[in-house]
């Protein structure tokens, strides 16, 4: 019944830009803060971003503080993930959940590459 649909990966050079959307369904979506997370090949999943239900709080992973900004729009369902001045370290697969349930999506892939 929850569905979370990621999208917007795609390949960028160092330094460049990508917007990331999730469509969320399946469940009241204003109540509930989202989180962006990534997973690269070999390595854990990892958290990155943290917004709250009505949007007012958020908070980053260290590696991407002042780099991304996560925001959503509750109207439409949606979380993004604005993410700049791109690191081949960002290269991962990225994956939104909301709080309060096990559920991830597909995810997008994200690759950072010159």
């Known amino acids: 019944q929850v569905q979370l649909v990621e999208s917007g990966g795609g390949l960028v050079q160092p330094g460049g830009s990508l917007r990331l959307s999730c469509a969320a369904s399946g469940f009241t979506f204003s109540n509930y803060a989202m989180r962006w997370y990534r997973q690269a090949p070999g390595k854990e999943r990892e958290w990155v971003a943290f917004?709250?239900?009505?949007?007012?709080?958020?908070n980053y992973a260290d590696s991407v503080k002042g780099r991304f900004t996560v925001s959503r729009d509750n109207t439409k369902r949606t979380v993004h993930l604005q993410m700049n001045s791109l690191k081949p370290e960002d290269t991962a697969v990225y994956y939104c959940n909301a709080v309060g349930f096990q559920t991830w999506g597909q995810g997008t892939q994200v690759t950072v590459s010159s």
């Open positions: 917004i709250s239900s009505t949007g007012a709080g958020t």
